[in-house]
């Protein structure tokens, strides 16, 4: 007898009765309960008492929306591998994307952890369960093709590591007690590229989402009441590739609506016309807010974070200074200060880098370079490989070759090539080489429609995100000064006029300074996309002849 059991029965009140396998009814398991109807919903649950649990099911209205349980077990099941399992189950259907969950958020004190064999189940198991839920049309999609789409990246419901469940948890701790206080409060979340802002952000959402709609839940032991029921919540985000992937995350969970989901200067507007405000507002991306008016953005204040924060009552915000990326978007540890000094923030920093899977010396490589300095160029290892090209179709080529072999890979480049809002396509173009360039007008994510391996893509369409393989092209204005031997960055070929127009309000001799940082934060984005690897192609000769060298000296001494 197999090892792992599933069975299928019709979700009705006698259900119970029909469940006759032992390891099914007084062991651990995961179930599904779902329906097959024109918008088919799913719950997806796991418990040691089916029996009991299928009856309670049963008397809840919503639930008795569904008519089929899927109910699976296995000989070697204990709660931690159940519990690992219902999460992992819950990402897969909200990436899969055929069916609104019921589900609501779990409580603080449930997080998966390691366990005996946890990569058997994890893994073995869950891949298993999978394949049979695909072969009877359950689901759709295949696990590969799940994992690398960013509403699973971002699921709500990913597992957060020590360091991210402390900060979810004292996110909405710190809303619970504040969201009645007479002053605004304000929540700050420091962190730079990789370090899984972004998911902390969509699951506490999820949750406060989750809290204001149902009065009679709490989150964790030690809050006395539920002081977010009935609240007006909003996330934020400066970024209409972000905003698609929020927005399709919200179509699959019950307490999550797209209108909840916005840009900032239609936010601003709407509350200000409307005379309201939100009750906890959460801003992710937030260096990428405009610190300036931008009459042609529709934005009339003085700074997008400062109007925010008076239409909220708490004020969450993500940021990283080293990501922002035009100069009416100018930000510095001293601009944000100076906004929020009066609120008395509590600040946390997240540190730890969860996209990379490359050793510190490939990220500090990566610091370093942006800083303008041109060390030896670490050696490809085991769970990362980097590689430096001469040739940009050579590059293109192998991240096809990764695509296919390891999934959603792509080449981007910094902004110095001409690209219009007019709709006509625009290219990169280099020795050998002709691409069309940062096309945006996709209804999903740019990485993820699969034309765009034969695209390069920009800033604007990849950050925020994840690729396995990242291929890097630094354009004209990112060259090499032999005398100081370093980098140079000549904003003069830079191509994005609306970056580096406007004054950066720290006068006219550090303009200079800031279109170059703009610049260099751009290409810190870039090469910091790639999960399993980094390939680099220069197009300045000297930059691409100094880059090749120092990787070829690096490799031949053994660093």
């Not at 603080?108 to 390691?114: G, P």
């Not at 064999?117 to 759709?140: G, N, T």
């Not at 701790?173 to 952000?201: M, P, W």
Request: hydrophobic content about 35%; some cysteine; overall charge neutral.
């Amino acid at each position: 007898m197999s090892e792992l059991m599933i069975e299928y029965f019709n979700f009705e009140k006698d259900l119970p009765e029909n469940i006759n396998n032992e390891k099914l009814h007084s062991y651990p398991i995961v179930y599904i309960l779902n329906n097959g109807q024109k918008n088919p919903m799913a719950y997806i649950g796991q418990t040691v008492q089916a029996r009991n649990r299928m009856k309670s099911h049963y008397a809840n209205p919503d639930r008795r929306k569904l008519d089929k349980a899927i109910l699976i077990g296995h000989e070697k099941f204990n709660q931690s591998a159940t519990y690992n399992i219902e999460t992992n189950l819950i990402n897969h259907f909200i990436a899969d994307n055929k069916y609104k969950l019921q589900n609501r958020s779990q409580f603080a004190s449930q997080k998966t952890h390691n366990y005996y064999e946890k990569p058997y189940f994890h893994s073995h198991v869950f891949e298993k369960i999978w394949e049979e839920l695909r072969e009877k049309k359950i689901v759709q999609n295949s696990i590969e093709e799940i994992r690398n789409r960013d509403v699973f990246k971002l699921s709500p419901y990913k597992e957060l590591s020590e360091s991210q469940m402390e900060l979810k948890n004292a996110i909405i701790k710190y809303c619970n007690q504040h969201i009645h206080d007479d002053r605004k409060a304000v929540f700050l979340i420091k962190g730079e590229a990789g370090t899984g802002k972004s998911v902390v952000l969509s699951s506490t959402f999820n949750t406060i989402q989750d809290l204001a709609n149902d009065k009679d839940s709490f989150y964790s032991m030690d809050d006395l009441e539920n002081n977010l029921y009935g609240t007006e919540n909003y996330l934020l985000v400066n970024h209409q590739e972000m905003l698609k992937t929020y927005e399709s995350i919200s179509t699959s969970l019950p307490n999550l609506k797209k209108k909840n989901f916005e840009k900032p200067t239609p936010f601003i507007n709407k509350m200000q016309k409307e005379n309201r405000m939100a009750d906890i507002t959460l801003v992710d991306e937030a260096h990428l807010l405009l610190s300036r008016t931008d009459t042609y953005n529709n934005f009339r204040g003085n700074n997008q974070l400062e109007e925010i924060i008076k239409l909220s009552k708490v004020t969450v915000i993500v940021y990283d200074e080293k990501q922002f990326l035009k100069v009416k978007s100018h930000w510095s540890q001293d601009l944000l200060k100076g906004i929020v000094k009066d609120f008395h923030p509590k600040t946390f920093e997240l540190k730890d880098q969860f996209r990379m899977q490359a050793s510190p010396k490939v990220v500090n490589w990566i610091d370093r370079f942006v800083q303008k300095e041109l060390w030896p160029i670490p050696e490809s290892e085991e769970n990362f490989e980097i590689r430096v090209f001469d040739d940009a179709t050579e590059m293109h080529e192998v991240i096809v070759e990764r695509s296919k072999s390891h999934g959603l890979s792509r080449v981007v480049s910094t902004f110095d090539y001409v690209h219009k809002k007019d709709g006509a396509d625009y290219f990169v173009e280099e020795p050998g080489f002709k691409k069309v360039w940062n096309r945006t007008h996709y209804k999903e994510t740019w990485a993820e429609v699969p034309e765009t391996i034969n695209e390069v893509g920009s800033i604007y369409t990849i950050q925020g995100f994840d690729l396995n393989y990242v291929g890097v092209i630094l354009g004209p204005s990112v060259t090499y000064n032999k005398e100081k031997d370093e980098l140079e960055i000549d904003t003069s070929k830079y191509k994005d006029t609306g970056a580096l127009a406007g004054e950066s309000g720290t006068g006219e001799q550090n303009l200079e300074k800031v279109k170059e940082r703009i610049i260099l934060n751009s290409i810190n984005v870039l090469m910091k996309r790639g999960v399993k690897g980094l390939f680099i192609y220069a197009s300045n000769p000297e930059l691409r002849e100094k880059l090749m060298e120092r990787k070829m000296n690096n490799e031949f001494r053994g660093y």
